[in-house]
């Protein structure tokens, strides 16, 4: 005789967004938004960069040059991979304070499935708009952040 038991997975799928704000707000009031096509859940780090850099403003990146890494997410509280990633996504031409990207998950999907980013604090300084502009996971801090 067999048993058996259903178990709702834990798989990610479909898409998100990034985006970020440009020109540096000393440059103009209000600077534009801009974002990214739908990123897949699980995309390469190249390709990530690719799409970023290919953002642009007349002749400007908007996002500028970039570094970017990707390594599978364990959250503390599991023994093994659960089908997460860390991007850690370093800006190497856009100098300044960065305002903290955005993530827009209209279509991701998952049980329980969140995309955050983490902007490091960088002081009383480290403001956009006049509003202190950074932010903490609120879950499994990896402190590779850097602002």
């Known amino acids: 005789m067999f048993m058996v038991t259903i178990q709702n997975g834990s ?17 103009v009031n ?49 023994n093994r991979w659960s089908g997460g990633y860390t991007w850690t996504i370093t800006f190497l031409s856009r100098g300044g ?6 993530v827009n998950m209209y279509e991701l999907e998952g049980t329980n499935a969140k995309l955050s980013i983490l902007d490091e604090a960088s002081g009383s300084f480290d ?3 006049g509003s202190l502009n950074f932010n903490y996971f609120s879950f499994d801090n990896p402190g590779t952040s850097r602002d």
Not at 97 to 102: D, H, Q, R, T, Y
């Open 97 to 102: 304070n960065i305002p903290m990207m955005e």
């Open 127 to 129: 403001l956009y708009q």
């Open 11 to 27: 798989l990610i799928d479909g898409n998100f967004k990034l985006g970020t704000t440009w020109p540096h707000e000393y440059e």
């Open 30 to 78: 209000i600077p534009s938004y801009y974002e990214s096509i739908g990123l897949p859940w699980n995309i390469q780090a190249s390709k990530l960069k690719d799409e970023l850099e290919f953002i642009f403003e007349g002749v400007e990146q908007v996002f500028g040059k970039l570094a970017i890494t990707r390594l599978p997410y364990l959250p503390s509280t599991h």
